[in-house]
């Protein structure tokens, strides 16, 4: 008798985990079919996403509307164009609507502060999703990844690359960094990340920042802009390395920052070699220029994930429930829960961290078409699903 209802606890436990990092479409499937059995579907949900211009974002959108529809809820989705008087006036707009959540990516942490507090007295509980909302107590939990391990995974990928050892100032490399959106809480956990894993050999002269630009607010990229990333380097490459000096390593906070330093150095860069570049998101065009040999790395943030975590905290919280560490017990996917990295202005916000991964062109191919995030186009580049 033990036997047979310890097979039935496997079987139950096996039916009730949210499959997370098994491919964007199956995980959307088995958290929908978990939202359904462990939550009283129904209710609208209001998601804020920043911007359609940036590439990851229409996927955490559609993701997320998949995840919550499939569970049963009516979704109103919400694309402010990095304008943040727009994303204030569609989450007013979310609120009056009725709302039973709100799902917000900000377009700038400091900026929501008002519009987040009139939910907060009308009871709309709020996620703060992948970007830290600050200066508000209406923010119940943060969805994100582990965003100071990000930089540091693109640190020691320059490390190992470089096969640099403590102590050994034999060999010196020229290095360039380049960082996000000031507004944007992110972007000083991922420069920072980066930096602090360098920074032993920044301070031994084996890295050389030879334009002298070593602070966030000096290489910082307004709304993560290609465009803006290419113009810096351009006048970097003119100022520094018309002479000849050589440039080996191009750090990069994300995607489109680095596909605007690829642009600068391809259009401007005289040196023979290909600096190291890395990168974050797993943009196509990014990913095209990694199998080209343009590109060394990018970091990986599987969002279908983020967006299964999403539901399953969001569905605990109308289920009345007090989420903790426990809920990261639902998913087969790495997710940390945190209480002390996050503090929002007004005190430390629980947080759930997923797992960021560094691809390169040796693995996308496992990290991101056997897992059913992309597929291979028949021309050898990775496409997006979802
Ligand atoms: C960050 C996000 C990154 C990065 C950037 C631009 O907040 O976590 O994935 O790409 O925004 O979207």
Do not use: H
């Not at 006036?89 to 987040?116: F, K, P, Q, R």
């Amino acid at each position: 008798m033990k036997k047979f209802l310890a097979l039935i606890l496997a079987l139950v436990m096996a039916l009730s985990l949210v499959a997370c990092g098994s491919g964007a479409a199956s995980s959307a499937g088995s958290a929908a079919a978990s939202g359904s059995t462990s939550a009283a579907a129904g209710g609208k949900v209001g998601i804020a996403m920043p911007t359609k211009s940036l590439e990851r974002w229409n996927r955490d959108g559609s993701y997320l509307k998949e995840q919550f529809e499939s569970a049963g809820y009516e979704v109103e989705l919400t694309y402010s164009d990095n304008d943040v008087n727009q994303q204030v006036n569609d989450i007013e707009n979310l609120i009056s609507d009725g709302v039973s959540i709100l799902i917000v990516a900000a377009i700038d942490g400091e900026s929501l502060t008002n519009v987040l507090d009139s939910a907060d007295e009308a009871g709309i509980p709020v996620i703060s999703y992948d970007r830290l909302i600050r200066n508000t107590k209406a923010i119940d939990y943060y969805v994100s990844f582990d965003n100071y391990t990000v930089g540091v995974l693109q640190g020691q990928y320059v490390i190992d690359t470089l096969g640099l050892k403590e102590g050994d100032t034999s060999k010196s490399y020229n290095i360039e960094f380049t960082a996000g959106d000031p507004a944007d809480n992110n972007a000083g956990f991922f420069f920072n990340g980066a930096y602090d894993t360098l920074k032993t050999f920044i301070d031994s002269g084996v890295l050389k920042i030879v334009s002298g630009q070593t602070k966030f607010e000096e290489v910082a990229t307004a709304a993560w802009d290609t465009s803006t990333a290419m113009n810096r380097m351009q006048n970097i490459l003119a100022s520094y390395y018309s002479d000849g000096t050589q440039l080996d390593i191009a750090l990069c906070s994300n995607d489109s920052t680095a596909l605007g330093v690829t642009q600068a150095i391809e259009s401007d860069y005289a040196g023979s070699n290909t600096p190291i570049i890395t990168g974050q998101d797993g943009d196509e065009a990014n990913l095209k220029n990694i199998v080209d040999g343009k590109q060394s790395m990018t970091v990986y943030k599987a969002v279908a994930n983020e967006a299964v975590v999403t539901l399953a905290l969001a569905q605990a919280i109308l289920n009345g429930e007090t989420p903790d560490e426990g809920l990261t017990s639902q998913f087969d996917c790495e997710c940390a829960y945190d209480t002390t990295s996050y503090d929002n202005g007004t005190g430390i916000i629980p947080s759930y961290l997923l797992t960021p991964t560094v691809v390169t062109a040796d693995n996308i191919q496992e990290q991101l078409v056997d897992t059913g995030y992309y597929t291979m186009g028949t021309d050898g580049y990775p496409v997006a699903v979802g």
